[in-house]
């Protein structure tokens, strides 16, 4: 498995009607879950879309899922990819019937979240995905959907109890990452039972 594949997952779950995407060098790193080089921040040739299999093993991620790097601004550290076909990532399906949106996904997580908030612990971005039978991948939108309604609603933000195994930190790109011992003080403190249950268009669409 490549370091990159979690970016491939990531691209391959944009709806196919989004033709461009812009996603902070900071975003990329928590969607992989590592840093990013330091040759990704200096050098623009490794934003280069490859004409080789052999060459630049990061961009083959992009460049599988269907995408390329369109344009990259290393001083304010974003990078924009473009669809390079119109290829739709068909929804796989399961002996009991089509797979969950990402906002079904979020729902998921987010209660799986609010227990591990409960008795104040955390989860690393493996064990949550075994827990909820995803790829590691496949957990960037559905933590993307619960980080965006904590901000929208002025709570803490549940995120930051998603941690990388070395480390035990969360992920850069995550809200409260910056200052993680008081965001995750400020989830353990919160009354997340008595709250409204959150469902799938509450994600989608806000408070």
């Known amino acids: 498995m490549s370091k990159y594949d979690p970016l491939r997952g990531f691209l391959e779950s944009i709806p196919p009607d989004v033709e461009k995407r812009s996603l902070s060098f900071s975003r990329i790193e928590s969607i992989i879950g590592a840093a990013l080089p330091a040759s990704a921040r200096k050098h623009r040739a490794w934003w280069s879309n490859p004409t080789s299999r052999r060459d630049h093993p990061h961009a083959q991620a992009w460049l599988a899922a269907g995408w390329k790097v369109d344009t990259v601004d290393q001083e304010h550290e974003w990078v ?97 990452a910056q200052d993680a011992d008081a965001a995750r003080e400020a989830v353990f403190a919160h009354d997340w039972f008595g709250m409204r249950p959150v469902a799938p268009d509450l994600l989608e669409y806000g408070v």
């Open 80 to 176: 924009r990819f473009r669809r390079t076909s119109s290829r739709r990532v068909v929804p796989k399906t399961t002996p009991s019937g089509p797979e969950m949106t990402t906002y079904e996904r979020g729902v998921q997580i987010y209660q799986v979240l609010i227990c591990a908030a409960h008795h104040r612990q955390t989860l690393t971005y493996p064990i949550l995905a075994d827990l909820v039978g995803l790829p590691r991948w496949g957990l960037g939108p559905p933590l993307d959907h619960i980080q965006e309604y904590c901000r929208a609603s002025g709570l803490p933000p549940l995120t930051v109890l998603v941690v990388q195994t070395h480390g035990g930190v969360p992920s850069s790109g995550f809200h409260g």
